[in-house]
Each structure stands twice: as C-alpha cells, then as structure tokens.
C-alpha cells in the first residue's frame, strides 16, 4: 500500500472518530438541555370531557409547573406512557420528546357508555368495551343509569350493544333515562318522558325493537295518552305488547279473558296487543317472526 493510501486511510478513520465524538457530545448536550415546552393533547373525538389536560398533568406529577427546571435526560417517556395507561380513565397514550424541546403527549381517553349502581351499593362507569371505569364526583358525564339485580360487571357486558345504540343517536340518548335489569333477567327502559315502562327482554334483534317503540309512539300514543299503558314490551317478535294502567274489567268481563287482544296492525310487520293484566305470562302471547 502507498504512503498517500495509508494517509487516506488514517484521515478517514480519524474523520469517523471525530462525528462519532462530535455526534456523542450534541447528543449529551442536547439531552442535558431544558424542555422547551409540554404540549397535552387529549384525543376526546366525542367531547366528553371526561380527561383533561389538568387530570393529564396530575398523573405526571405536575410536570407542567417544573418542566422547565428538569433536563431532557431526566423524563423517562416509556414510564410516563406506563403511568397514564394504569389510569382506569385512559385508552391508550404516547409520550415522546419532540427535536424541538418539546414533550409531546397524547392521551385518548376511555369513554363511558353508561353509569351501573349494584344491588350491593357499588357505582362504576363502564365503557363501550365493557372495561370497569371508578366513579369520581370530580369526572362525571351523562350517560344512561343502569341499576337493579347487577352484581359485576359481567351482568352489564350482556347490555353494550343497547347503550351503542342508545349512544348513536341523540333523540334515543336523551329518551332513555335510565334503565334496570329485572330479577328475572329482563331489561327494562324507563323512559324520560313519565308515565310508562319499556321492556326489552333482551338485547336481541335491539334494530327491530327499538323501530317498534318509535312505532308505537308515533301511531299509537298521540291518541291514548303517555300515561295511558303502564308498560309497553317488545320482547316478542313482531309485536308490542301494552300493559294498561287502569285493569279494572269491561263489560263485566273478567280480566283473564282481555289478554292478548289485538288492537290493531301497525304496519305489515308489527302487532299492537294490549292487555289489562300486569302479570301477563310470556306464554299467553305466541311469537310471530317477522
């Protein structure tokens, strides 16, 4: 090899020693240097409110009152994300340092579905993935308040696809006020407007039982009062059954013999069957598939 070969050679290898030093060297300064700043972002798409920015900065210690006194090396962002995620309250989050100084977060937050009181005293929130979220005076939103025979948030998983419903629209939002799960298993909405209960039975077929309530409602009520049935059901297929308030006999007939009459056809799928008895059996009312 050439003198002027291995003087090439010598140069480049002390070139690559000196990037790699000066590189080493930015790196340290640049990580020993202050923030420049903190931005929290909440991802709330449904504007809940349910997470703040101020509840962000809590989990993290305050961060946003002595960020400016603390070196970049000195936040651990992976341990920041670890801490915001243990939070019952938030989805998911990210923490990274941004090449400007500034510490980057984003949370998303969990989103409740509805508000659950215990048989046994016990207040949660759950979420739309049926995850337990704590109840606080200090994070409170409005949603459907589910009570009765609930022993665990496993008795709500059964009822999500209800409040996914009752949660894409507004007008069945703010209809439903709250709703109890009987002790034999039965759902029952109690509407906003008084005067009258809505059994659901279950979640099932929930499409076609809710379209049969808003039929009822626009057919049926505008002429018989809100508080003229005490109970509207739609656990039967291709039927609304309504309980009504007064029982007393007509026409010196027993009650027994008014189950089941037919009142009239809604349309071509749906049967409107009224009767005077509250403890009418499912097995008096035969089920018709729509």
């Not at 990580?31 to 920015?53: E, M, Q, R, W």
């Not at 970049?72 to 670890?82: K, Y």
């Not at 929130?125 to 589910?146: F, L, N, Q, T, W």
């Not at 008096?284 to 598939?289: A, L």
């Amino acid at each position: 090899m050439s003198r002027r070969a291995i003087i090439r050679c010598v140069l480049s290898i002390l070139m690559l020693v000196y990037l790699l030093v000066a590189v080493s060297m930015t790196r340290s300064s640049i990580s020993a240097s202050p923030f420049t700043g903190i931005d929290i972002k909440i991802n709330d798409t449904l504007n809940t409110h349910f997470v703040s920015a101020a509840d962000v900065n809590a989990l993290c210690g305050g961060l946003v009152e002595r960020l400016d006194t603390l070196p970049r090396n000195q936040i651990n962002t992976l341990e920041l994300e670890n801490i915001l995620k243990k939070c019952d309250r938030i989805e998911d989050a990210s923490c990274i340092i941004l090449s400007n100084g500034i510490l980057s977060i984003n949370v998303t937050p969990m989103i409740p579905v509805a508000r659950v009181f215990t048989d046994g005293g016990d207040s949660y929130y759950v979420s739309a993935g049926g995850k337990r979220i704590d109840a606080s005076h200090h994070h409170s939103i409005d949603v459907p308040v589910v009570s009765g025979h609930i022993k665990s948030p496993a008795d709500v998983m059964p009822m999500l696809p209800l409040f996914a419903k009752l949660n894409s629209d507004a007008s069945l939002s703010a209809w439903a006020s709250s709703v109890t799960i009987t002790a034999k298993g039965d759902i029952v909405i109690i509407p906003s407007v008084v005067g009258h209960t809505v059994t659901l039975g279950d979640v099932s077929n929930i499409d076609s039982k809710i379209d049969r309530i808003k039929k009822f409602y626009k057919n049926v009520m505008p002429s018989k009062g809100w508080d003229y049935y005490e109970d509207i059901s739609v656990k039967w297929s291709g039927r609304v059954v309504a309980t009504r308030r007064d029982k007393k006999p007509v026409d010196n007939r027993p009650i027994t013999e008014l189950d089941g009459i037919v009142d009239e056809i809604l349309d071509d799928e749906t049967m409107l069957v009224t009767t005077t008895a509250s403890t009418k059996s499912e097995s008096s009312t035969t089920e018709k598939t729509i």
